[in-house]
C-alpha cells in the first residue's frame, strides 16, 4: 500500500528504520530485528540506501524480503550519490518488479572524503530532481527528509523549508524527519512549514539513545543538537550502557508521548537495526490506531 494513502487516516503511522548491515554475517539478526519489530503492527518499516550507493542491490533485495515474504508495507530509501539519470531508471525499475511502491528520495551526503556534493554527469544535484524524476516516472508514493534543526549546510531554517518545498512541490506526498531531541524545534520548523505552505504530513524521526559516543558522533555528522539538560543527564547517569539506554528509553517515550500529544502525523524510530529498546518504547506509549 501507499504510504500516501495511509497518511490519509487521521491517525499517526508507527514506523521503523534499518540499515542493510556491512558485513553478510550480520544480515541474519537485521532479519530477527525486523520480525520482533513487526509484532508492533508498524504502518511500514524503511530500509537506507548506503553512503555512495554502496548498498544499491542489499536495500533492494531487503526492502523485498520485508514486503513479499513478511508481508510488512515499505519504504525504500534512494539517493542522487553517484547515479546517473539511467542508474536512477534502473532501480526504479528493480523496485517496481519487486512490487515496492514507497521510495524516500534523497540526495544523499557528498561521497568519501569530498566536502561538497557534486553531481554527476546526466545525475542530480538535489533532492527535488530526485522527486521530479520519479514522479515523470511511476506512481510511487514518495517521501523527503526534513531538518526541524536545518540542513547542515543551508545558511538558515528559512532558506532551508524554502528548498523542502521545492521536493513538495515537485511531487513528495510527506516529510520524515531528521533526528532531532527537541520538541519545540520540531514544532517550529512544522509552522514554519505550514506558514510557507508546506500541507505534506510531517513524520518525526525519533532516535532512542543507547550509547553517548554514537550519538555525539551522529548529532556532529548530521548538525543536530544535544540540548543541555539532555547532555546534563546523560553524563550524570553511569557511563555503563545499560543505564544510558534505559534513561534513554525514558527520554524517547516522554518525546513520542507529547509529540502524540501535539498532532505529529507519524513516529519513525531509527532502530539502529536493534529491537529490544524499541519495543520497550513503543508498548509504553498509546498510540491511536484505525480500524
Ligand atoms: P536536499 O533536499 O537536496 O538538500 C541538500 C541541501 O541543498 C540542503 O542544504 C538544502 O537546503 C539545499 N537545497 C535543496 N534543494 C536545493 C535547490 N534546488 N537549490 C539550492 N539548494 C537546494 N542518506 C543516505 O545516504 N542514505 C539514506 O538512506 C538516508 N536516509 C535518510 C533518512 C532521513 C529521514 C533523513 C532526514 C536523512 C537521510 N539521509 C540518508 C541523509 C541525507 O542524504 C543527507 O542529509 C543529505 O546531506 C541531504 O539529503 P536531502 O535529500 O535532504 O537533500
Known amino acids: 500500500m501507499k504510504i500516501r494513502e495511509l497518511l490519509k487516516d487521521d491517525f499517526p503511522t508507527l514506523s521503523f528504520e534499518f540499515f542493510p548491515p556491512k558485513r553478510e554475517g550480520n544480515i541474519d539478526s537485521l532479519y530477527l530485528a525486523i520480525n520482533e519489530l513487526i509484532t508492533l503492527t508498524p504502518s511500514f518499516v524503511s530500509v537506507t540506501y548506503g553512503a555512495g550507493g554502496t548498498t544499491r542491490d542489499k ?45 524516500l528520495a534523497l540526495r544523499g551526503d557528498p561521497p568519501g572524503d569530498d566536502k561538497v556534493f557534486m553531481k554527476v554527469e546526466g545525475g542530480f544535484g538535489y533532492a527535488n530532481e530526485l522527486v521530479e524524476f520519479i514522479r515523470s516516472h511511476d506512481q510511487f508514493s514518495i517521501g ?56 505534506a504530513p510531517i513524520i518525526a524521526g ?52 507529547d509529540l502524540l500529544k501535539n498532532g505529529i502525523s507519524g513516529l519513525h524510530f531509527y532502530s539502529m537495526n536493534k529491537s529490544s529498546h524499541v519495543i520497550k518504547i513503543v508498548e509504553e506509549l498509546s498510540i491511536p490506531k484505525g480500524g
Do not use: W
Open 59 to 103: 536495500t533492494v533485495e531487503i526492502a523485498s524480503k520485508i514486503k513479499n515474504d513478511f508481508g510488512q508495507e515499505v519504504l525504500a530509501h534512494l539517493t542522487c550519490v553517484q547515479s546517473t539519470q539511467d542508474d536512477i531508471a534502473e532501480i526504479l525499475g528493480d523496485l517496481k518488479e519487486h512490487n515496492i511502491e514507497n521510495i
Open 206 to 257: 525519533i532516535f532512542p539513545i543507547f550509547n553517548f559516543k554514537q550519538i555525539q558522533k551522529m548529532t556532529t555528522l548530521c548538525g543536530a543538537t544535544i540540548p543541555s539538560n539532555l547532555e546534563r543527564s546523560l553524563s550524570r547517569v553511569s557511563e555503563k550502557n545499560e543505564e544510558i539506554e534505559k534513561y534513554g528509553i525514558e527520554y524517547a517515550i516522554r518525546q513520542s508521548e
Open 144 to 199: 523527503v527528509a526534513g531538518y526541524p534543526e536545518g540542513h547542515i549546510e543551508a545558511p538558515n531554517l528559512d532558506t532551508d523549508i524554502v528548498n523542502l518545498k521545492r521536493k513538495v512541490n515537485a511531487g513528495a506526498d510527506f516529510i520524515i524527519t531528521q533526528i532531532c531531541f527537541e520538541n519545540d524545534s520540531i514544532y517550529h520548523f512544522r509552522d514554519r512549514a505550514r506558514s510557507l505552505g508546506i500541507e
